[in-house]
């Protein structure tokens, strides 16, 4: 369903989307490395001066310095607006997409699943501190939404940990070697906790084959890739439960 016009709350969502993907950008460059990124200042990651309000307004502040320190003159980073111009993305979708009571929860939902692909492609690392909250709150939305027990969600949740779990530990005994994570175990329960069993399969199939065009992108640009090579999968397992949540699973007639 296409909402035609958006209410003044998705509006505010728009609006703030972009502030909250800087601080996404923030929080995926920080964490990782145990340094704060709730009350320290912002700095250049170049000279570590202090930045000004003005150096801080999403996508117009890049642009006016031209991509550069006004400090110390070194080049910033495209990931820093290419976050906020994601978030902005995640906040205009899900308000376009879906009905006015489902687009609060939905970004929200949206911006997770953002900043958990940020830390895996940053660190190769889902916190628990994340995932379990989004399984928890996958099942309150939907049960709410439905009015009625999750009983697919809460299917979902156990199948999908499952379901990574018994791979991760078929790969391991037969390679010999770590093949998936125990954070997209953890992943997994939480997507299955807001699209449902029925979803899962197309979760995967959305994850496997964006994964696949990563690889191949990066192949095309001539990064080493092998078998041995570590990547993260949580980045495609996020892109998959996204389109799942917003348009459903994929259903194919024989």
């Not at 001066?49 to 550069?68: E, G, K, M, Q």
Request: charged share 15%; hydrophobic share 55%.
């Amino acid at each position: 369903m296409v909402k035609r016009s958006m209410a003044p709350e998705d509006v505010l969502l728009v609006v703030a989307a972009p502030f909250i993907g800087s601080f996404l950008g923030v929080v995926a460059e920080r964490w990782p490395k145990g340094k704060p990124f709730v009350l320290d200042r912002s700095r250049c990651p170049h000279c570590q001066h202090v930045l000004s309000p003005r150096d801080l307004v999403p996508l117009l502040s890049w642009l006016a310095t031209r991509a550069r320190c006004r400090y110390c003159g070194a080049c910033l980073s495209l990931r820093y607006p290419a976050v906020e111009v994601a978030a902005l993305m995640v906040a205009v979708w899900a308000v376009m997409v879906l009905p006015v009571g489902l687009s609060w929860v939905s970004v929200l939902f949206g911006w997770t699943l953002l900043t958990l692909a940020l830390l895996d492609f940053k660190a190769l690392w889902l916190p628990r501190v994340l995932t379990w909250p989004l399984a928890v709150a996958g099942l309150l939305v939907t049960g709410l939404w439905n009015e009625r027990f999750p009983v697919d969600q809460a299917i979902g949740a156990v199948a999908g940990y499952v379901l990574m779990v018994l791979v991760a530990h078929v790969y391991r005994r037969y390679r010999g070697r770590q093949g998936l994570g125990e954070g997209d175990a953890h992943l997994f329960c939480a997507l299955g906790a807001w699209v449902g069993w029925p979803g899962l399969p197309s979760v995967l199939l959305f994850a496997g084959v964006s994964g696949l065009l990563s690889v191949l992108m990066g192949m095309l640009a001539d990064r080493r890739i092998g078998w041995t090579t570590r990547m993260p999968f949580g980045p495609y397992l996020c892109i998959g439960g996204w389109l799942v949540w917003l348009y459903g699973p994929l259903y194919f007639e024989w």
